[in-house]
């Protein structure tokens, strides 16, 4: 009987500490929405870019100068003439279009003081030897993130998507270094 006494007492005499098994940090209800709130969240991007430009450039330009000198003496007469002429008619025309169709997850990787969230994703793709690569990060107001927990493209602030290829078609798409070379030396003549 004294030991269970003692044990008892030793219990009691030990202060208690326990965990709050709620942290307010990370509760979220049942019903709660999922939409992309918090560091390490993901959200999906629909990638709908369209872009296109073109520059139309004209110039012309006369320029024509005339000179002429009559001499007369009693018994010559002689007349002298110069003239030059300049012209110069010049256009140019720039169109460049692209176009970018995808949807890319990212992850929220800060949240700012306002509430806007920084999301930063990469997509790899590999098809037959081609590898195609999808970087993209921007800023996302919490408010544009739709229900599916989707946001179009267009609704990212700062936004930086870059889209390059590697393999043989874009080893293909550029010019060797002999073309190139050829191509200097033809604009310095």
């Not at 229900?147 to 998507?161: F, Q």
Request: glycine share 8%; no cysteine; proline share 3%.
């Amino acid at each position: 009987m004294r030991l269970i006494v003692a044990i008892l007492a030793l219990l009691l005499s030990a202060q208690a500490a326990a965990e709050n098994l709620y942290r307010a940090e990370d509760y979220r209800p049942l019903t709660a929405d999922r939409r992309a709130q918090r560091v390490g969240d993901i959200l999906t991007i629909l990638v709908m870019e369209n872009s296109s430009a073109s520059a139309t450039a004209g110039t012309k330009t006369d320029k024509t100068v005339d000179a002429s000198l009559k001499l007369v003496s009693p018994n010559h007469q002689r007349g002298y003439g110069v003239g030059v002429d300049d012209a110069y008619d010049g256009n140019g025309k720039i169109a460049r279009t692209g176009r970018l169709l995808a949807q890319l997850s990212v992850v929220v990787t800060s949240v700012e003081p306002n509430g806007d969230l920084r999301v930063q994703g990469e997509q790899l793709l590999e098809l037959n030897g081609e590898k195609q690569t999808i970087n993209l990060e921007g800023r996302v107001r919490p408010v544009d993130i739709g229900e599916g927990n989707t946001l179009p493209s267009n609704r990212l602030a700062d936004a930086r998507i870059t889209y390059v290829g590697d393999g043989v078609l874009a080893d293909n798409q550029t010019k060797g270094w002999l073309t190139r070379l050829i191509s200097l030396f033809l604009r310095l003549i």
